[in-house]
């Protein structure tokens, strides 16, 4: 197989002690094999029986090359928009006012039920597409906007088949636990039987790499959410969660009795969840833009976090309805300026860190044996990415080992 060198650039591989921020090479040399890294390194230091064997030579013009990036917390195919509601909240109704109203997740569910495949397609692909423009080249997606087997397989064949498409990874999660439809008001246990009654149809067909669940008053009670996850870990499947976004219902400790992949959100997170996270090693996905779509006040306990080693991600949570939002650069911005993240937790956290919290070991950094997934950008400097809002930096992406 032929190899193909990358050089005249500088690469944060974000896989080196902490004595070299970002894992920064200054005169970088990247070697791809196939879809893999077959080396990375100093150009100085590669080696002349590699050198000799590469047939393709690429100039990098002096970018700056990053692993691609990672949106791990997206909701990417639904119908409708929610523009009213938030016009709603600006006159003073909370989330939860217009969730228990009819609105919120229901008024989306309504609008995805309606919309053919194609539309949920095409609506979806142009934000993938704008995301593929800010150098994401893995996206999760979630269902959740269905409710029901058919409609929740309907979105989750949609991910997959924006998965198929050039240039991204697309990683399905399903989310059928995410709020109660309206053929089962009242009856929330009733509908988690459903919910894990879908799970082993859905599977069959490959449609879930992962199961999420919002454990939440507005959502599903500990003990339902329990339900969910005994059976997607009975069906081998690792687990998600929305946890302690509205309140504290001791959702991430749940989540990492099941050793969860990620709990996502943790406004109200406690001392005590995020001990159970550090323990199982559960990754903490921060999603700024709902906290600032929201009007939130009560920040995630990052200082928590970090002296408990606990990782933080960092994803869009792209959706209709808390954060419409197809920059995870602008992410970025945000969880350094509201959360106070530094630039380089920031970057780690839509690289390194979000591979981690969907369970991806082959990805998020710059390493021999690694996927060959990277981005070249128009900046000197990694803290650049965090730094300008609304800037499209994003030269070209590799995906695969093949420049897009």
Known sequence: MSLALWTNCQAATMDAPAARPYGLIEEAALVVEGDRLAWVGPRDDLPDDLLERCEITHDGGGALVTPGLIDCHTHLVWGGNRAQEFEQRLLGASYEDIARAGGGIA???????????????????????????????????????????????????????????????????????????????????????????????????????????????????????????????????????????????????????????????????????AQAMARAGTVAVLLPGAYYFLRETKLPPIDLLRRLGVPMAVSTDCNPGTSPCTSLLLMLNMACTLFRLTPEEALAGATREAARALGLADRGRLAAGLRADFVLWDVAHPAELCYAIGARPCRATVFEGVLR
């Open 107 to 273: 008024s989306t569910v309504r609008a995805t039920r309606a919309a053919s495949d194609d539309e949920l397609f095409e609506s979806a692909a142009r934000r993938l597409q704008a995301l593929r423009e800010d150098g994401v080249t893995t996206v999760e997606i979630k269902s959740g906007y269905g409710l029901s087997l058919a409609h929740e397989a309907r979105c989750l064949r949609v991910a997959r088949r924006l998965g198929a498409g050039e240039g991204v990874s697309v990683r399905t999660t399903f989310l059928g636990a995410h709020a109660v439809p309206p053929e089962f008001t009242g009856r929330p246990d009733a509908y988690i039987d459903e919910v894990v009654a879908m799970l082993p149809a859905l599977q069959a067909e490959g449609l879930v790499d992962a199961v999420d669940a919002f454990c939440e008053r507005i959502g599903f009670s500990r003990e339902q959410t329990e339900r969910v996850f005994v059976a997607a870990r009975a069906a081998g499947l690792p687990v998600k969660l929305h946890a302690e976004q509205l309140s504290d219902m001791d959702g991430a400790a749940l989540a990492a009795g099941h050793q969860a992949l990620s709990c996502d959100h943790l406004e109200w997170l406690s001392e005590a969840g």
